[in-house]
């Protein structure tokens, strides 16, 4: 008798444990919902938004228009902004990574700011950049904390008793032309081809030292709407070579863009590499 009481206690316990444990990890859906580099709320600020009173009143800080759009189901979702604040220049941009529950009552939004590297080549326009995700309420249930991080679009690459350093020259989601294509530059002619190519103005800058450098291009092509990016992520050293892993970023089911054509692009510096070179993309849909 006793040991089937202590079985029963036992199985009892583990039970609980189990579902203590599910709800910790129960996973909280989320995905992108608007995002771009222009806002007129210029302080930088985190809001999780619970009902549509609260989605106008913010509507109207960050647009300017008196009412909020009408798409947003606040009785099975929620609304989280990230908020940058104004920047003085071109390059910035903010990315929502994860929303996810670390603590039984608290779950914690996790973001980059992605700023410009030194000596890359930005506009001067003054932007401020956010991020709007939907969650839904179903499991996202606690109090929310906020995690973020600046990313500066360089890393270091460990070679075999040596390290080289990455950098982003130039990077925007307009003006990279119609078609995708990656590259490696090596000479200031293939510069100026490729300069002209994707149609910037003037002459192609002449700051680089290619005896010691070069450049990486990665280009999307033309995407037919907004919320369209494209990130490196790492650069890895292989056997036989080096690896360019970057993302492209995609708009998530539902998110709000808007019908203009935009052809992102990527250009990073590097020391000289002699050895062969891959470039590997991976989509990424701004969710989870």
Do not use: C
Not at 60 to 77: L, M, S, Y
Not at 242 to 252: I, N, R, W
């Amino acid at each position: 008798m006793r040991s089937r009481i202590a079985f029963v206690v036992l199985l009892i316990v583990t039970m609980s444990l189990g579902y203590a444990q599910r709800g910790l990890n129960d996973g909280i859906v989320w995905r992108s919902y608007r995002q771009g580099t222009q806002s007129q709320i210029t302080q930088a600020q985190n809001l999780v938004i619970q009902n549509q009173g609260a989605f106008d009143n913010y509507w109207k800080q960050h647009t300017g228009e008196q009412r909020g759009p009408r798409d947003v189901d606040f009785n099975k979702e929620l609304l989280i902004a990230v908020h940058l604040g104004q920047r003085t220049s071109g390059g910035y941009r903010v990315i929502i990574q994860s929303v996810q529950r670390t603590k039984p009552g608290e779950i914690k939004v996790s973001f980059v700011e992605n700023a410009p590297a030194p000596g890359g080549f930005n506009t001067t326009a003054m932007t401020s950049p956010f991020e709007i995700v939907r969650v839904e309420r179903a499991n996202a249930v606690g109090s929310f904390v906020f995690e973020g991080r600046k990313r500066t679009g360089a890393g270091e690459v460990p070679l075999p008793g040596n390290e080289f350093s990455w950098r982003t020259y130039l990077a925007d989601t307009i003006g990279g032309g119609p078609r995708e294509f990656t590259r490696a530059i090596t000479s200031a002619q293939e510069f100026e081809a490729y300069w002209s190519q994707i149609g910037q103005p003037g002459r192609a800058p002449n700051d680089m030292d290619w005896s010691a450098e070069m450049l990486l291009v990665m280009h999307l092509g033309t995407r037919g709407t907004t919320g369209y990016d494209v990130l490196v992520d790492r650069l890895e050293v292989v056997p036989g070579g080096l690896v360019v892993h970057y993302l492209e970023k995609a708009p998530s089911e539902g998110q709000r863009t808007q019908v203009t054509a935009t052809s992102p692009y990527v250009v990073i510096r590097l020391a000289r590499y002699q050895g062969g070179l891959q470039f590997r993309k991976r989509i990424w849909r701004s969710d989870g």
